[in-house]
């Protein structure tokens, strides 16, 4: 059973930081690029970051750059998403995404919520 199951979201404060985790199972974690999606209020799901294989190329969208940082453990089959000098404007339910190297398969956590406010 393919489960990506995502945590560490909550409510923070604008300039802080959090740390998203994505656990996988259920499929060949090396063999799928990983990436973070997020859906704010009123608005479309968005491409946050992303990282490939092989090799652990990263692409970020740009309101996150610079500030945001996506990582993988091969081992641990588990993606994360360090987010700093948060932005109320960063609000959103984020999203785990794997995406099999051909294509064929694509799957979806449930999601975790993100609120920075003060």
């Known amino acids: 059973q393919v489960q990506l199951v995502e945590s560490g979201g909550g409510l923070v404060q604008p300039g802080g930081s959090l740390r998203l985790s994505c656990a996988a199972s259920g499929f060949t974690f090396s063999f799928y690029h990983m990436r973070w999606y997020r859906q704010g209020p009123g608005k479309e799901r968005e491409l946050v970051a992303g990282?490939?294989?092989?090799?652990?190329?990263?692409n970020y969208g740009d309101s996150v750059k610079g500030r945001f940082t996506i990582f993988r453990d091969n081992v641990e089959n588990t993606v994360y998403l360090t987010m700093n000098r948060l932005k109320p404007e960063d609000t959103a339910v984020y999203y785990c995404?794997?995406?099999?190297?051909?294509?064929?398969?694509?799957?979806w956590g449930q999601g975790t919520q993100v609120t920075v406010s003060s």
């Open positions: 990282i490939r294989i092989p090799g652990g190329t990263t």
């Open positions: 995404n794997a995406h099999a190297w051909d294509g064929r398969n694509n799957y």
